[in-house]
T-cell receptor
C-alpha cells in the first residue's frame, strides 16, 4: 500500500524566514510520481510541482525548492524568504505508474502560518 | 483558459437526502477525478472517469456514484446522506490516466449534512 506522511501539522514563522516542509512516502513500486499542492483558505488545491521516481534532481523555482531523496523516501519542500501570501496548507501526494488509473494519495498536510 | 469549475459552491442537506455535484474540466482534458476532503485531512480518492467510463474507484460505499458526459463534464451523486458525508468535495481534471499526469483541481463544493 502507498502512504504519505507529513509529520509537521503546523509551522509558524515570521516573514523572511526560510521554512522546510517534510514529506516521507512509502511504496514498493519502482515507478511513482510525487506532487506538492498548496491549499489557500479558499479551498482550491494549487499544483506546485511533479517529480518522477527516476529523476532525483533537485528543483528550484523562484523562492521554492524541492529536495527529492530516494534513499530516505523523502520529498521535502523549502520556501526561502517566506511571505505572508505563503500562508496555506501544503499537501504532498503520491501516485503510482501505469495502473490503469491515477489515484493521488495525499498526506494530512502541513499548515504554514507566516506572520508579518 | 478557464480552470476546473464546480457547482454549487456550498450545499446544506439533511440526513437521508440525495445530492448531485457538478464539475467541468479544463478544455482538452478527458479525465475527471473526485476527491473527498474531511476537515483537517488530506483529500481521499473517490473516482476517476475517462472517456465516460469509470477507471478507478476508492474505498467508498455504493451510495457514491458518478458519471461523465460526452463533453467530459462529470456529476457526483451521493444517496442516503450521512452526517459523516459532510466535507469538501474536490474535482480534478487531467489529460489522461497516467500516473505522471498532473491533476488540476477546482474550488470544491462544501457539503454540510445536518
Amino acid at each position: 500500500a502507498q502512504k504519505v506522511t507529513q509529520a509537521q501539522t503546523e509551522i509558524s514563522v515570521v516573514e523572511k524566514e526560510d521554512v522546510t516542509l517534510d514529506c516521507v512516502y512509502e511504496t514498493r513500486d519502482t515507478t511513482y510520481y510525487l506532487f506538492w499542492y498548496k491549499q489557500p483558505p479558499s479551498g482550491e488545491l494549487v499544483f506546485l510541482i511533479r517529480r518522477n521516481s527516476f529523476d532525483e534532481q533537485n528543483e528550484i523555482s523562484g523562492r521554492y525548492s524541492w529536495n527529492f531523496q530516494k534513499s530516505t523516501s523523502s520529498f521535502n519542500f523549502t520556501i526561502t524568504a517566506s511571505q505572508v501570501v505563503d500562508s496555506a496548507v501544503y499537501f504532498c501526494a503520491l501516485s503510482l505508474g501505469d495502473t490503469g488509473f491515477q489515484k493521488l494519495v495525499f498526506g494530512t498536510g502541513t499548515r504554514l502560518l507566516v506572520s508579518p | 483558459d478557464a480552470g476546473v469549475t464546480q457547482s454549487p459552491t456550498h450545499l446544506i442537506k439533511t440526513r437521508g437526502q440525495q445530492v448531485t455535484l457538478r464539475c467541468s474540466p479544463i478544455s482538452g482534458h478527458k479525465s475527471v477525478s473526485w476527491y473527498q476532503q474531511v476537515l483537517g485531512q488530506g483529500p481521499q480518492f473517490i473516482f476517476q472517469y475517462y472517456e465516460k467510463e469509470e477507471r478507478g474507484r476508492g474505498n467508498f460505499p455504493d451510495r457514491f456514484s458518478a458519471r461523465q458526459f460526452p463533453n467530459y463534464s462529470s456529476e457526483l451523486n451521493v444517496n442516503a446522506l450521512l452526517l459523516g458525508d459532510s466535507a469538501l468535495y474536490l474535482c480534478a481534471s487531467s489529460r489522461g490516466l497516467a500516473g505522471g499526469d498532473t491533476q488540476y483541481f477546482g474550488p470544491g463544493t462544501r457539503l454540510t449534512v445536518l
